[in-house]
């Protein structure tokens, strides 16, 4: 029998975390012949993540652009996506999560009829608009596709609800797990070279990463004046936050946040970077949703800072709180947790529901087998 070709495709920084460890599980069995392709929806950041992984894509479409546009984005993914496919014919399409090239992705291998498998499946809040555009990326995939990798048993019920046959579903636990065994170290140096010197050692330091769609505007503003009202009142406290690109994030929180020692603006930080800053903060603020599963494997507590979340297993586990972007629930959150030892312990001490390392080879396992080449399906992740 000849190698199974899968093909993984993705174009962002987060799905790149997440798909890396898969990638190369993929490579390095026999019985799989992997090519990657990259849309490179997100070009520089993409490109941080895949020089840490040591990942040489087989395709590059580049197809980022100034001011770019979700239709713009989704039309020459597809457009380009679909050449490469329609040449290589591969026997499964491997997208993750729910960027625009994850549908794109999805799409372009239904129209020639190749088998998809969806990593991250299964995730849902249910509203159209939040997170905007992910929630129907993530859906409109889930309808597309074959083989539905979910990560936890929450989201397998979802896909049951949704009429997914059970066979088509393997809970394996969530890849970004897997992906933190290769980039923390004690003994890191930072690559940003004031996280050198923030003193993590005297000061509690809280990480925040905040730039979704549905904050845009008065939104990001009021958590921006939260944030920077806690600061302000706790001493002992320093704020790192990676400023995303966009001029609607970088304008406000420079205007709110600056003129603060204790607060530093940084400019969006590489994966090794943003994971050893995670691992040595105190807590994380975010709206962020890979590191809603990233944060609880390295006991820090988690505040989310959006109004739903389709990780709501975080919740029910004790290990993020939802803030949501309002004033007041982000001050008292934020503020009980740097004041009550006992909230924080039992938060940080919380079991991580997304994962335990071993997600990118329950994937690969699943693949073998829906493929005929391992006759037991693999054990779920519970």
Avoid: W
Avoid at 100 to 119: D, E, N, P, R
Avoid at 161 to 166: L, R, V
Avoid at 267 to 284: A, F, G, K, Q, V
């Amino acid at each position: 029998m000849h190698p199974i070709k899968v093909m993984s495709i993705f174009g962002t920084r987060p799905e790149a975390i997440k798909m890396a460890p898969v990638v190369k599980l993929l490579e390095e069995n026999d019985s799989i012949h992997s090519l990657v392709c990259v849309t490179a929806q997100h070009r520089h950041m993409l490109d941080q993540v895949l020089s840490v992984f040591k990942i040489n894509p087989d395709y590059d479409l580049g197809i980022m652009q100034n001011n770019q546009g979700l239709s713009d984005i989704l039309c020459r993914a597809v457009s380009g996506l679909e050449e490469i496919i329609k040449k290589e014919s591969p026997d499964l399409v491997l997208v993750h999560g729910d960027t625009s090239t994850t549908f794109a992705g999805a799409l372009a291998a239904f129209y020639y009829q190749i088998k998809v498998g969806h990593v991250e499946a299964g995730l849902r809040t249910y509203d159209k608009y939040q997170p905007f555009p992910e929630e129907m990326n993530r859906q409109l995939t889930g309808r597309i596709a074959d083989l539905h990798f979910a990560p936890t048993t929450q989201a397998k019920e979802n896909l049951l609800k949704e009429n997914i046959k059970p066979e088509c579903i393997f809970v394996t636990g969530n890849t970004v797990i897997d992906s933190l065994s290769i980039t923390i170290s004690k003994d890191y140096k930072f690559n940003t070279e004031v996280l050198n010197n923030v003193d993590f050692v005297n000061k509690r330091v809280i990480t925040m990463t905040a730039h979704r769609r549905e904050n845009l505007g008065k939104p990001l503003e009021i958590i921006f004046e939260a944030v920077r009202d806690i600061i302000n009142e706790n001493a002992d406290t320093e704020l790192v936050y990676a400023v995303h690109s966009n001029p609607a994030v970088k304008e406000p929180a420079h205007r709110i946040l600056s003129g603060n020692s204790r607060i530093h603006l940084i400019d969006p930080l590489d994966i090794d970077d943003m994971h050893n800053l995670m691992n040595r903060s105190y807590l994380i603020l975010t709206d962020s949703g890979g590191i809603q599963e990233e944060a609880p494997s390295l006991n820090k507590p988690v505040v989310v800072l959006r109004n739903v979340t389709e990780r709501p297993e975080g919740i029910i586990a004790g290990t993020l709180k939802l803030a949501g972007n309002e004033y007041k629930s982000i001050r008292e959150i934020t503020t009980c947790l740097l004041n009550d030892t006992n909230e924080y312990k039992k938060m940080a001490s919380a079991r991580n529901p997304f994962g335990d390392g071993k997600a990118s080879k329950r994937i690969v396992d699943a693949i073998l087998y829906s493929f005929g080449i391992n006759k037991e399906k693999p054990m779920d992740y519970n």
